[in-house]
């Protein structure tokens, strides 16, 4: 790529003064740091474990594309971005000098100074979400669930389909306007205006297309039999970061939209929801549901480890097998109160004495823990309690139409689009409102989905 393709952009530190973000903020330069693909071998993920040349192609090739470091960016050809990347940043390289840009028109008469996507990211995202936007700023090791890692270009609440779509300026603005309830993740509608969340859109946007374009190139420099960077041509390099730039752009043509207008919600409505949430009546397809969000809906279902289990990895900070260990013994505990009489016990009962094995509990719990309970990011992940009323991707009717027609992205939470006809998935979105105030909606849940187990009593509804 040559760089007449590219525009150029130079952010300063006294661009960032200028633009009114304090030096308490914005202390020096900052850099990006590798991916950990580079010199670490992860699970599932290829690597450049001992090429070193590649390693360095890599490198280049990033800093070409989108600049050597935050303070220098580059954005590549077609971006999609705002004005071609302008407002990622406060300054401009024109002929060779370095000016500051013009908001006037951006803005549309507002004068208010603007400090640019890069600043704002700093200044408000950064602690949480790390300079290359990998989750991993200072404040993430202290959260649950963890800061979004945008360089994998998986984002969990969409409005499109199918796999793994990107998400929508709308889509994104949303997230940033309401924050994500239940998560640290902020609502950042007082904290900015109409135009800074857009900026800081882009920014968003930039990391997350040099990340996903830096696994890409890593994963195709992975396949190559010998260490040299003849290995990753030039013409490779920009077909990557072509697809990438790409994905973001046909976005808007990928938009999940309800075929069927919202049935009302109603009595009827509500326990017809009911059922499909409980497998009951969905003309054949599997619906699943309960199988993680359990029969009362609180998040308890078989296909993710116990809560209890959960707390003690996440909260505890234990690993997964000493959390089995002193989970079973908590068990033999509890079992061991329950079932010798007051005045016999004495300590701990022999494990045969449990209804399952501790070898038969650990093999069960270790495979939900790896299969079940990660989300794509490999942090650990539950299904959300549907009798709080608290949803991350909001509230609205088509918000939790999209969350079920499409699912949550990366996180376990499958769409049901193929297996529910839409006004069917209305009804399930009526009963997720209710539950919350008629928990009573479930209080037969186990009885019911039994019964309709029995062929007899598979057409009621
Ligand atoms: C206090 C920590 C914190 C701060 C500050 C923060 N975030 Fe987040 N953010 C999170 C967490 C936590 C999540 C993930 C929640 C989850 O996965 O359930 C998240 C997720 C996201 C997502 C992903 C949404 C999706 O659909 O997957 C985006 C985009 C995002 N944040 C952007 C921003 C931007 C931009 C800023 C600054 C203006 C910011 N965040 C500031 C904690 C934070
Ligand atoms: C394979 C497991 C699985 C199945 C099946 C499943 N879910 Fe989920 N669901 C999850 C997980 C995990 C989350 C939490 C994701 C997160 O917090 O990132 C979730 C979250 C949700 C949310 C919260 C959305 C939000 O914005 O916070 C709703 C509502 C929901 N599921 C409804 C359903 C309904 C209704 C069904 C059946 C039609 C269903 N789920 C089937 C795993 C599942």
């Known amino acids: 790529m040559t760089s007449r393709f590219r525009l150029v952009l130079i952010v ?3 661009s960032l003064t200028l633009a009114g973000c304090g030096d308490a903020f914005n202390a ?5 740091r590798d991916s950990e693909l580079f010199t670490t071998k992860v699970k599932g993920s290829a690597d450049l474990v001992g090429k070193p040349n590649l390693q360095a192609t890599v490198r280049k090739a990033l800093a070409d594309l989108f600049g050597p470091t935050p303070q220098n960016i580059k954005v590549p050809e077609g971006s999609g971005l705002i004005e ?3 407002l990622l940043a406060n300054r401009e390289e024109v002929d060779g000098r370095i000016k500051p840009l013009s908001y006037q028109s951006a ?3 507002s004068n208010v100074p603007v400090a640019g996507g890069y600043a704002l990211y700093r200044k408000y995202c950064l602690h949480c979400h790390g300079v290359q936007g990998a989750g991993d700023g200072p404040t993430a090791e202290f959260l649950y669930p963890i800061p979004r890692d945008y360089r994998r270009g998986v984002f969990k609440f969409t409005s499109t389909a199918p796999s793994n779509p990107k998400p929508t300026r709308a889509d994104l603005r949303k997230t940033l306007v309401h924050g994500l309830h239940g998560t640290s993740m902020p609502a950042f509608e007082a904290l900015m205006d109409p ?3 857009e900026q800081v859109i882009d920014y968003v946007i930039f990391l997350s297309m040099r990340g996903e374009t830096e696994r890409n190139l890593i994963a195709e420099a992975a396949l190559a039999s010998k260490d040299d960077p003849a290995e990753l041509s030039a013409d490779t390099i920009k ?4 697809n990438v730039v790409n994905n973001w752009k046909s976005v808007e043509g990928i938009v999940v939209n309800p075929k069927a207008r919202r049935v009302e919600s109603s009595k009827e409505s509500i326990l017809r929801g009911r059922n499909i949430f409980l497998g009951i009546n969905t003309t054949g397809n599997k619906v699943a549901c309960t199988d993680c969000h359990g029969a009362q809906g609180i998040g308890n279902g078989t296909s993710f480890v116990e809560k209890k289990l959960f707390d003690k990895v996440v909260f505890g900070r234990k690993t997964i097998e000493k959390a089995i260990e002193v989970r079973y013994h908590e068990l033999e505990d509890e079992h061991a109160s329950a079932s010798i009489p007051a005045g016999e016990g004495h300590g701990h009962s022999g494990l045969g004495m449990l209804p399952e094995k501790f070898d038969d509990y650990k093999s069960r719990e270790l495979t939900n823990w790896e299969k079940g309970s990660m989300d794509d990011w490999g942090n650990p992940l539950r299904p959300a309690n549907l009798n709080l ?3 991350k991707g909001g509230r609205r009717p088509i918000d939790l139409y999209w969350r079920i027609a499409k699912g949550i992205n990366g996180a376990k939470m499958p769409a049901h689009a193929n297996l529910l006809p839409d006004d069917q998935i209305w009804d399930v979105v009526n009963f997720i409102l209710a539950l919350p105030y008629e928990p009573d909606l479930l209080k037969d849940a186990d009885a019911l989905k039994k019964n309709a187990a029995k062929p007899a009593s598979v057409t009621q509804r």
């Open 12 to 14: 300063g530190l006294l």
């Open 28 to 32: 020096g330069p900052i850099e990006y």
């Open 84 to 86: 071609g990347g302008r």
């Open 107 to 109: 803005l549309k008469g």
């Open 195 to 197: 135009a800074g969340i």
């Open 239 to 242: 077909e990557i970061v072509a």
């Open 389 to 391: 009323g608290v949803y």
